[in-house]
C-alpha cells in the first residue's frame, strides 16, 4: 500500500516538475552530499504535508483557528527548504574559507615546475574530501571526459555561487592565454582572500548582538504582543462590547507579522551579507515562525485562562 501511494506521488512530480528542473535540482543535492534521489524526497515531502493537514484539520475542528491549514500542512516543505538552503550556505562558506589555502598549495607547485592542470590533479588526489577537492576531482574528470580544460573551470564557477571562486577562475583562464606569471598572482589573490575573510568574520562578530535582536523581535516579541492584543479583542467581543476594530485586528496583524517578516529578513541580509537577495531567504524561516508563535501564543493563553469559546 505503501508502495503504490508513493510510486503514485512520484509520477504526479514527474508530470508536474519538468525534467531539466528535477535535474538541476538533483546536482544541487549531490554537491553537499544528499545522495537521494529528487524524486523520492520530493514524494516523502508532499507525504508528509497531507500527514500534517489532516492533523491540523483535528487541531482547527478543537481550536477555530483555520489559517493553521496553511501554516502546518506547509511545515515539511519549509523545513525541508531551510535545511538545504542551511547545507548549500555551509558548503559555500566552507568552499570561501578553503580557497586561500588552496592557492597558496597550486602556487608552491607552479613554483617547482608542474603546469596547471598537472598541479591541480596533483592536488585532488593528494589532499582531503573537502568540498573545494572535490570540486577540483570533478573537473580533473571532466577534461579526462573530453571537455576542455577553461569549459571544465567555468563550469564549475556557474555550478558554486561563490563570488570569490568565479573571480579566481576567471583570473586563472585569463593568466593562462595571457602567459602571465599565474603562481605570483594566485599566491597574491590568497593573501588579499584571507584578509577579506577574516574582515567578513569580524564584521559578523561585531553585529551578531543586532541580529539576534532583530530575530528574537521578529519571531517572538513582536507576534506574541500582537497575540495578546488578538486574544484581548475577542475577549471584548465575547463580553458584547462591539467595536468596529476588532474584525480588523486579526487581518492586520497577520498582515503586520508579514511585512515585518519580510523587512527583518532584508535587514539580515545587509547586515550579515551587504546583499539583499540573500536575505531573502530567510523570509522562508521567519515568517512560518512568527505566524506560529502569534497563533500559539493564543492557543496557550485561552487554555490557560480558560477561554477556550472564543472563537
Known amino acids: 500500500m505503501e508502495n503504490k501511494i508513493m510510486d503514485m506521488i512520484s509520477n504526479f512530480v514527474k508530470i508536474s516538475i519538468s525534467e531539466d528542473k528535477l535535474n538541476i535540482i538533483q546536482n544541487n543535492l549531490i554537491t553537499i552530499g544528499f545522495y537521494v534521489e529528487i524524486e523520492s524526497l520530493i514524494s516523502w515531502v508532499i507525504l508528509f504535508s497531507f500527514v500534517i493537514f489532516l492533523l491540523s484539520l483535528i487541531v ?92 571544465a573551470l567555468l563550469d564549475c564557477g556557474d555550478r558554486n555561487n561563490v563570488d570569490n571562486l568565479k573571480h579566481v577562475i576567471q583570473i586563472i583562464i585569463y593568466s593562462k592565454k595571457s602567459g602571465g606569471n599565474l603562481a605570483d598572482i594566485l599566491e597574491d589573490i590568497a593573501d588579499d582572500l584571507s584578509e577579506i575573510i577574516l574582515l567578513k568574520k569580524e564584521r559578523r562578530a561585531n553585529v551578531m548582538m543586532s541580529v539576534m535582536f532583530l530575530i528574537i523581535s521578529s519571531v517572538v516579541a513582536t507576534p506574541f504582543a500582537l497575540g495578546m492584543i488578538r486574544l484581548y479583542s475577542d475577549f471584548i467581543g465575547y463580553l458584547g462590547r462591539t467595536n468596529s476594530l476588532i474584525s480588523v485586528i486579526p487581518i492586520a496583524s497577520c498582515g503586520y507579522i508579514v511585512i515585518h517578516s519580510i523587512l527583518v529578513s532584508v535587514l539580515l541580509g545587509i547586515i550579515l551579507y551587504s546583499n539583499i537577495k540573500r536575505g531573502i531567504r530567510y523570509i522562508f524561516v521567519i515568517m512560518p515562525a512568527s505566524l506560529i508563535v502569534y497563533y500559539l501564543s493564543q492557543l496557550i493563553f485561552k487554555s490557560v485562562l480558560g477561554l477556550s469559546g472564543l472563537s
Open 60 to 151: 482547527i475542528f478543537i481550536f477555530g483557528y483555520s489559517v493553521l491549514i496553511l501554516i502546518l500542512s506547509l511545515l515539511p516543505s519549509i523545513l525541508s527548504l531551510i535545511y538545504f538552503l542551511y547545507k548549500f550556505e555551509q558548503r559555500n562558506d566552507k568552499l570561501d574559507e578553503e580557497l586561500p589555502d588552496f592557492l597558496r598549495q597550486l602556487s608552491s607547485l607552479l613554483k617547482v615546475g608542474l603546469g596547471l592542470e598537472s598541479a591541480l590533479n596533483e592536488l585532488s588526489e593528494h589532499n582531503t574530501n573537502t568540498p573545494l577537492n572535490n570540486e577540483i576531482r570533478r573537473i580533473m574528470l571532466e577534461i579526462q571526459f573530453g571537455k576542455s580544460f577553461d569549459k
